[in-house]
């Protein structure tokens, strides 16, 4: 009988994740990241959790910056978007020995304090005791009532890309 | 008559075109140029946030602030915004400042535990008390420059 030993376990942790938005319309493409994501997940029980500040997504275009944080997302009083879920199958993500592992996300995704359930496979690949995890999912701007005025309607998709990809450390 | 009337059009619209163009292209805020619009210890903007989130957010956020504080550590993880983590409030608070990629060498040369003295752009504080895994908190600062 062989005995496997996962190594998985412990906080694992960063505060510089990436999150990208990405918008595309025939008219426009529009992309922002955050590279100041605060995010951890528990090795063992699969708990996964992130935060990111809304007015940190940086646009190429000033102008655009602006029009998101003011007329969208109102990012002064709601200021962050969070995330609280679990790694579906966190046994399979063995932390302990270099390679790549999947596995299901599901949880609340929060914005503008709207809380909806998201999923989507996420890609756990760990490289000397770096556990890089990616994962995409779409929105809906107006499921969160983020709403898009008439006038830009046409410049901004109905589904928002968002890419998740950070390098957590285990916390001491 | 016609002919004064059309070139007043023609002006108006090259005005108009000509200040969306402007508008649609305005650049990002210089933070290097641009006068602090307060110097702040690093401990006492964390204490604004801690107090009082929402105040703290209308009196500092989108605004070039500048911080003095003791350098705790370098993180560099992050190739697109090498960042610095400054002492907020001496166990489970910080101040987090991102700079631009050209800034890695000078923030390599920064030596931990000194004082150091920077300009930013505040986003908020980072962090949530109903996320057990992200209870400590960062007031974040983007586009940094150090003051030397």
């Known amino acids: 009988m062989v005995a496997f030993t996962n190594h998985s376990g412990g906080i694992f942790k960063t505060n510089t994740g990436n999150i990208n938005v990405f918008s595309h319309t025939a008219i426009e493409d529009i992309t922002a990241d955050n590279h100041k994501v605060k995010t951890a997940f528990d090795g063992t029980s699969g708990k996964l959790q992130f935060s990111a500040l809304i007015k940190d997504f940086e646009f190429p275009k000033a102008l655009m910056q602006e029009h998101f944080n003011e007329n969208y997302m109102e990012s002064t009083k709601f200021p962050k978007s969070t995330f609280n879920g679990m790694i579906e199958n966190i046994a399979a993500v063995n932390t302990g020995t270099d390679g790549t592992y999947t596995s299901n996300v599901t949880g609340k995704l929060t914005i503008k304090d709207v809380t909806k359930e998201v999923s989507a496979q996420g890609t756990f690949t760990v490289k000397n005791g770096v556990v890089n995890a990616k994962t995409t999912f779409v929105i809906n701007p107006e499921d969160y009532n983020i709403t898009i005025p008439k006038t830009v309607a046409s410049k901004i998709s109905k589904e928002i890309k968002i890419t998740v990809d950070a390098d957590y450390r285990h916390a001491h | ?148």
């Not at chain 2, 292209?25 to 604004?48: G, L, M």
């Not at chain 2, 989130?53 to 560099?76: C, E, F, H, P, T």
């Not at chain 2, 000078?106 to 003295?117: F, R």
Request: glycine share 6%; charged share 25%.
């Open chain 2, 1 to 148: 008559m016609k002919k004064p009337i059309s070139l007043l059009i023609i002006l108006i619209s090259l005005g108009a075109f000509l200040y969306g163009y402007r508008a649609y292209n305005k650049p990002h805020t210089d933070v290097a140029s641009t006068e602090a619009a307060e110097t702040i210890s690093a401990s006492a903007i964390f204490q604004a946030f801690e107090l009082d989130d929402s105040s703290a957010m209308v009196k500092y956020s989108d605004k070039v602030i500048s911080v003095n504080g003791l350098l705790i550590r370098r993180d560099l993880n992050n190739k697109n915004e090498p960042q610095i983590v400054l002492e907020g409030n001496g166990y489970d608070g910080f101040i987090r400042c991102g700079f631009k990629p050209e800034y890695l060498d000078k923030i390599i040369a920064l030596q931990d535990s000194t004082y150091i003295h920077l300009k930013g752009i505040c986003m908020g504080m980072n962090g949530s008390d109903e996320l057990d895994l992200l209870a400590d908190k960062d007031v974040v600062l983007s586009n940094c420059t150090l003051i030397e």
